[in-house]
């Protein structure tokens, strides 16, 4: 088990590292700025000209679909070698959109890639690709616990040559930028099926006639403009049957394909984001000074310091580790690993960036500086995919299983 990286892997840490550099941390401030302007025109929901800008710079870098393995449309990277490009991304909380390496958008690039057909590929996989649009993936229902998708009540019913879909569902990020024109919507074809044989996914232009964004929901106060977290309302939505992924009753199989990559994604973006918090901590304890010293000088904080690079240190190999086991053995025989590492970087990120906050006093909770954004996106990601319960059951259950008697 190696964890160094390979020359290739290094090239592109330096490439991407000076792209952050020049295009994309001395840009911050304008990014708030920017969403400020637009939300005083009333244009809150309008795609920022600063990430349109940065977008050809990172093409042209070829620092471009770096998550995707296929060589022929993305870099071809293993999710070992892409891991730490996304923790590099992850230090800012809207960069990886300019290397068109932004979720929901990479997991549904994945989902068609293998499973849509040549003309979903043509009409919608391609422009995605291209950075021309954006989607969202439409799973999470507000009148079940959808941490268990087979609680998932949407209906897609086939009617000759069409689905006829109906349903609400929220937290269908990505839904909000008026740039997404398509979602990955799951629901049940066949509630008397099998268990997991039940769901199904289909394609959802977001122009159909019957899809009615309800309202945006916000995350500790933040509405993530422009890209959001939609609760959707789908009545007698009609779809081409040709839009069915991979076909009826397989929603759970492209579920496990789809989220397995996603998590490594999540988990290393987490752990950018946690050193970045940090340095922040690590810069701020060494210029304030309360009770005769500076705030490094107080033990507590060092101790503090000491326990969050120890607590980075144990994720980010977790994370390589689930990473490299997908790329050795595929995504069921890591499925121990992931399940871990979306418990462990998760908490581990907002143990981390609450200490940042703590250092920093009130400017760590105000809009001064950005660790209350780091803390809600980091909170969220304690739900997405997965809440840390699902995982954590899943774990036992495979450590359990490793100690029952073996049957004749």
Same mark, same amino acid.
């Given at each position: ?18 792209? /952050? ?8 401030? *304008? ?6 302007? &637009? ?7 309008? #795609? !920022?000209?600063? =990430?349109?800008?940065?977008? #050809? ?50 997991? &549904? ?18 422009? !995605?690709? *291209? ?19 087979? &609680? ?11 689905? !006829?879909? &109906? ?27 099998? *268990? ?39 009545? +007698? ?5 040709? +839009? ?9 199989? =492209? ?17 950018? $984001? ?36 120890? $607590? =980075? ?14 790329? /050795?053995?595929? +995504? ?38 950005? !660790? ?9 990601? *304690? ?9 954590? +059951? ?15």
């Amino acid at each position: 088990m190696d964890f160094g990286y390979s020359p290739r892997t290094q090239e592109l840490r330096a490439a991407v590292s000076a792209f /952050m550099d020049e295009h994309v941390y001395p840009n911050e401030a *304008r990014y708030w700025a920017e969403l400020e302007a &637009n939300t005083q025109a009333g244009k809150r929901w309008s #795609p !920022l000209a600063l =990430i349109e800008e940065l977008k #050809p710079k990172a093409r042209a870098a070829k620092l471009w679909n770096l998550f995707l393995p296929d060589s022929e449309m993305g870099a071809g990277l293993t999710n070992q070698e892409y891991a730490p490009l996304a923790e590099i991304m992850g230090r800012v909380t809207w960069a990886s959109e300019v290397f068109n390496c932004s979720a929901p958008d990479t997991g &549904n690039m994945e989902v068609l890639v293998r499973y849509g057909t040549d003309e979903h590929k043509k009409r919608w996989l391609e422009p !995605l690709l *291209r950075g021309e649009i954006r989607s969202a993936f439409a799973m999470t229902e507000p009148a079940v616990a959808s941490s268990d998708a087979t &609680n998932i009540e949407a209906r897609i019913e086939r009617q000759g040559d069409e689905y !006829l879909i &109906n349903g609400r569902k929220w937290w269908t990020s990505g839904a909000g930028d008026p740039r997404c024109k398509i979602m990955i919507f799951m629901g049940k074809t066949d509630p008397t099926a099998a *268990r997991h044989s039940q769901q199904s996914m289909v394609l959802v232009p977001m122009d159909a006639p019957g899809v009615k964004v309800l309202r945006p929901l916000t995350v500790m106060g933040y509405d993530d403009a422009p890209h959001g977290h939609m609760e959707i309302e789908f009545t +007698n939505v009609r779809v081409p049957a040709s +839009n069915i992924l991979l076909g009826e009753g397989r929603g759970f199989e =492209i579920a496990q394909g789809r989220l397995g990559p996603g998590r490594i994604h999540h988990c290393m973006r987490l752990i950018g $984001l946690a050193e970045r918090a940090l340095e922040m901590m690590c810069d701020r304890a060494l210029t304030r000074v309360a009770f005769g010293k500076t705030i490094a000088q107080q033990t507590v904080t060092q101790e503090r310091i000491a326990e969050a690079r120890c $607590l =980075i240190e144990q994720a980010r190999l977790l994370t390589l580790k689930a990473a490299w086991m997908m790329d /050795m053995a595929g +995504n069921k025989s890591a499925q121990a690993e992931i399940a871990m590492i979306k418990v462990v970087a998760p908490n581990m990120a907002c143990q981390v960036i609450d200490w940042a906050m703590q250092v920093h006093g009130g400017a760590g909770m105000c809009q001064d500086f950005p !660790l209350a954004n780091f803390y809600a996106g980091a909170r969220t990601l *304690r739900f997405a995919d997965g809440p840390d319960e699902v995982h954590r +059951n899943a774990i036992a259950k495979i450590e359990l299983g490793k100690r029952q008697p073996k049957t004749a």
